[in-house]
Structures are given as C-alpha cells and as structure tokens.
C-alpha cells in the first residue's frame, strides 16, 4: 500500500508541473494532458510494483542469509499480498476522489452527469481492487520466470483499463468491457498460482485432502 502510495506522488508531481506549465488552460489542451497524465501513473504504477519485487527479492534471500533454517514467504503469498495493498489503496483512492466531486446529500451524478456515475464508480473500484490482486500474482510471476511477455500484458491491460472512460463515454460498456478482463485475468492469476481444474473440482466438492484435513483438526 505505502508503494502504491509513492507512486501517486510521483503521478501527482508530474500532474501538478504538467498542469503549471500549461498555465491551467481550458480545451483540447487539457484533455490530452489528462490521457497523458493517466498513461504516466499506470507506467509509474508498474514501475513501483517491479521496484517491490526486486526489494522482496533482496529480502527473502538475506533473510535465507541471515537465517537457513526459517522458511522464506513464498514470491506467491507475497504476489497476492502486494496486489491486495496495491488493490485496496488504488480503490479507496479512487472513490473517496468520487465522493468529493459530489456536491452534497441527495446528489445524483456530477455535474449534470448520469446519474449511473456513482453506481458505476463503486462497480468500478471493486473490480480495480481485484484486477490488481491478479496483476500482481502475474507480473510476480513473471519476473520469477523472466517471462516479460506477462508483464507487457500486465501494463497494456492496466493502461487499457485506466483508458476505457477516453475509448467510449458509456459507463455499461466499460464496465462490461473491464469486467471481462477481470475474469481473464482471474483465470490466468489462478493457474499461475498453482491452481488447476482437478484442483478446483476437488475444492468444490469438499473432497480436496488439505481442506478436509484443516477441517478435521478444527
């Protein structure tokens, strides 16, 4: 969460000189300082995630160092828990901007907007959270197999994402649209992560040995 956290600093530096520079002019101008603005913080956002990996990395093998005999948190358990802090600080974010922009009790939609902004905004921010849960069990694992290919899916589908409300004003349409790309990029973070369909059917079905033998103890 702390790293997300830098990198909407740097974003927001960026932002604010990009924006003096400008002199705060109104039009075309701004628009594409907004695209640009949003490219630069998904770019920041991924470089941070790579820069947290390489310091877990460091970390776990000085903790072997330091320690042999104590078991290191697997890249997978870390994976999850950086895209859940990523995840959760992005959507707090993201709708606390929202609920600001809202101009008092009983408002619907900002500034004339439809009044589906808010509804769409919560649908939203719930499934960037789980977006950058998957992101970060894949792009993990990719650094740990030096596949660069997941990473570059990774940032193309963070940017495509972050670029849908340019691509096309209608909030159903995005929102289906992110959703779907959710549930591939869930199905690809399960089966990186060790996940299978036996694995899953067992699950399911209550018949999977760990679950029964966690269950039993209990």
């Known amino acids: 969460a702390f790293f997300w956290l830098v990198s909407l600093l740097f974003s927001s530096l960026f ?12 039009g075309p101008i701004q628009k594409y300082l907004l695209i640009l603005g949003v490219l630069v913080s998904v770019l920041i956002q991924e470089m941070f995630r790579f ?13 072997k160092t330091i320690n042999p005999d104590e078991t290191a948190p697997s890249m997978r358990l870390l994976a999850y828990v950086s ?31 439809s009044p589906q902004f808010f509804l769409n ?13 998957f992101w970060g069990i894949i792009f993990f694992d990719g650094c740990e197999k030096k596949k660069w290919s997941s990473l570059l899916v990774v940032l193309l589908t963070h940017l495509l994402v972050s670029a849908l409300t340019f691509i096309s004003p209608h909030y159903g349409i995005n929102l289906v649209s992110t959703y779907l790309i959710m549930v591939l990029m869930g199905i690809w973070a399960f089966f ?14 209550c018949q999977d040995k760990d679950f029964l033998l966690f269950n039993q103890r209990s």
């Open 192 to 205: 990186v992560a060790g996940g299978s369909c036996r694995s899953l059917k067992l699950c399911l079905l």
């Open 15 to 26: 932002w604010f000189m990009a924006r003096t520079i400008t002199d705060n002019k109104d």
């Open 121 to 133: 905004s919560a649908f939203m921010t719930l499934v960037i959270i789980l977006l950058h849960v």
């Open 83 to 113: 895209g859940l802090g990523f995840g959760i600080m992005s959507g707090v974010f993201a709708f606390v901007n929202t609920l600001s922009d809202s101009l008092g009790p009983g408002t619907v939609g900002i500034h004339g907007d």
């Open 51 to 63: 820069v947290y990996y390489k310091l877990l990395k460091k970390a776990s093998e000085g903790l």
